[in-house]
T-cell receptor, first 114, second 112 residues
């Protein structure tokens, strides 16, 4: 089975930096994704890590350590519009099938304050 | 280019009825996945289809079924609706099962 843990809530100040952690246990790991979801809307893709290390994409960076089952999403220069839920999702390979199943954490609700 | 589209956006049904939800993937994408998202939780995987074949199934009862058409659009069917089926149903498309997924706006299903 798969288990994904991330903090339920975080609060940060506009202009600051925040790190959202995600730990996971899975078999057949085939990539880790981060999504942003505003209330009442669908998730939007932020980043993808399949190898260890840091992936940078503008104000957002994501890090992966496969040996530790650990990832984090780093948000820099926080803006009010960054207030949202951030979902960590692990993709694994179905046994004996050519398919990738994504298992999502319950999300971290980030509140950015002025 | 149009993103993933889903219909309807909202739906109200009563217990015991059945429902059909529809999804059109991004042009060129051949894989469609369906998720159920209950308020306060992350999306739960229901099905994945690729090249019109079911490639994966989550832990949902047989009341849930789906199919993918030759144009790669997809339908999710739920029979004998229960109150607990009330949720946001998300469709996600990707080029293949291992590329990033792009979500549609979802269908909000309410079962009374």
């Amino acid at each position: 089975g798969q288990n994904i843990d991330q903090p339920t809530e975080m609060t940060a100040t506009e202009g600051a930096i925040v790190q959202i952690n995600c730990t996971y246990q899975t078999s057949g790991f085939n990539g880790l994704f981060w999504y942003q979801q505003h209330a009442g809307e669908a998730p939007t893709f932020l980043s993808y890590n399949v190898l260890d290390g840091l992936e940078e994409k503008g104000r957002f960076s994501s890090f992966l350590s496969r040996s530790k089952g650990y990832s984090y999403l780093l948000l820099k220069e926080l803006q009010m519009k960054d207030s949202a839920s951030y979902l960590c999702a692990v993709r694994s390979r179905f046994y004996n099938t050519n398919a990738g199943k994504s298992t999502f954490g319950d999300g971290t609700t980030l509140t950015v304050k002025p | 280019d149009a993103g993933v589209t889903q219909s309807p956006t909202h739906l109200i049904k009563t217990r015991g009825q059945h429902v059909t939800l529809r999804c059109s993937p991004i042009s060129g994408h051949k894989s469609v996945s369906w998720y159920q998202q209950v308020l306060g939780q992350g999306p739960q995987f229901i099905f994945q289809y690729y090249e019109k074949e079911e490639r994966g199934r989550g832990n949902f009862p047989d009341r849930f079924s789906a199919r993918q058409f030759p144009n790669y659009s997809s339908e999710l069917n739920v029979n004998a609706l229960l109150l607990g089926d009330s949720a946001l149903y998300l469709c996600a498309s990707s080029f293949d099962p291992y590329n990033e997924q792009f979500f549609g706006p979802g269908t909000r299903l309410t079962v009374l």
